[in-house]
C-alpha cells in the first residue's frame, strides 16, 4: 500500500489548453474524491465516485471539467479549455465509507494556467 | 455561510511553546464530525484526529491534544511544547452525517515553530 498517488505533480499549461490529472487511490478504497484547493484557502469538494459510480458533483464543476473512474480503480479530471481561475492544487482523497470515516489524500497536482 | 471557521491565519511560537489552534464550526446536524489535517509543504493532507458529535470527551496523543466543547462549538487543537517539524498548515473540517459525502474545511491556520 503505497497512499494515495497523484500524476503529475506540477502541471503548467496555456490558458485555453486541456489538461487530465491522475489518481491513483489505495486499491481496497471503493471511494474516490477530488478536491480543488485555491492559495490560501482549505479544500473545496468537486465530486466523488463509488466505485465507478460518479455520485456527486459540487456546482464548482463546470462544463469544462469532466471526471471518470472506469472500473472503479484509478480516476482522471481533465479540464477543458483551462482558464487562469483554474490555478489551483487538485487533490485526490481515497476511502471506504463517506467523508465521516476520513479519508486518505494524496500529494496533489498543482496547476498552473498563464 | 462558512461551516468551518478558523480565525488565526498564521502563527509563529518559538520551539517548545506551547500553542492552541482554534476551530469553529456551524451545523444544524445533531450527528456530525470533526477532523484535524496537517498540511506540510509537500502538500499531502496528512489525517491527525476524527472526533464524532457524541463523544465530548478531551483526547491526547503525545504532544497532541484536542478540546472539543459542544456548547461553544468549538474544536481546538493544542501542541505541547512545539517542534520546527510542526510548522505546517492545520486545517479543521467538518463532516454532517446527513450529507457525508464531503469535507467543508476551514481556511487553515499556518503555523511556523522558530528554533
Known amino acids: 500500500d503505497t497512499g494515495v498517488s497523484q500524476d503529475p505533480r506540477h502541471k503548467i499549461t496555456k490558458r485555453g489548453q486541456n489538461v487530465t490529472f491522475r489518481c491513483d487511490p489505495i486499491s481496497e478504497h471503493n471511494r474516490l474524491y477530488w478536491y480543488r484547493q485555491t492559495l490560501g484557502q482549505g479544500p473545496e469538494f468537486l465530486t466523488y465516485f463509488q466505485n465507478e459510480a460518479q455520485l456527486e458533483k459540487s456546482r464548482l464543476l463546470s462544463d469544462r471539467f469532466s471526471a471518470e473512474r472506469p472500473k472503479g480503480s484509478f480516476s482522471t479530471l481533465e479540464i477543458q479549455r483551462t482558464e487562469q481561475g483554474d490555478s489551483a492544487m487538485y487533490l485526490c482523497?481515497?476511502?471506504?465509507?463517506?467523508?465521516?470515516?476520513?479519508?486518505?489524500f494524496g500529494s496533489g497536482t498543482r496547476l498552473t494556467v498563464v | 455561510a462558512q461551516k468551518v471557521t478558523q480565525a488565526q491565519t498564521e502563527i509563529s511560537v518559538v520551539e517548545k511553546e506551547d500553542v492552541t489552534l482554534d476551530c469553529v464550526y456551524e451545523t444544524r446536524d445533531t450527528t456530525y464530525y470533526l477532523f484535524w489535517y496537517k498540511q506540510p509543504p509537500s502538500g499531502e493532507l496528512v489525517f491527525l484526529i476524527r472526533?464524532?458529535?457524541?463523544?465530548?470527551q478531551n483526547e491526547i496523543s503525545g504532544r497532541y491534544s484536542w478540546n472539543f466543547q459542544k456548547s461553544t462549538s468549538s474544536f481546538n487543537f493544542t501542541i505541547t511544547a512545539s517542534q520546527v517539524v510542526d510548522s505546517a498548515v492545520y486545517f479543521c473540517?467538518?463532516?454532517?452525517?446527513?450529507?457525508?459525502?464531503?469535507?467543508?474545511f476551514g481556511t487553515g491556520t499556518s503555523l511556523t515553530v522558530i528554533p
Open positions: 473540517a467538518l463532516s454532517e452525517a446527513e450529507t457525508g459525502n464531503q469535507f467543508y
Open positions: 482523497a481515497s476511502g471506504y465509507g463517506g467523508a465521516n470515516y476520513g479519508y486518505t
Open positions: 472526533r464524532n458529535s457524541f463523544d465530548e
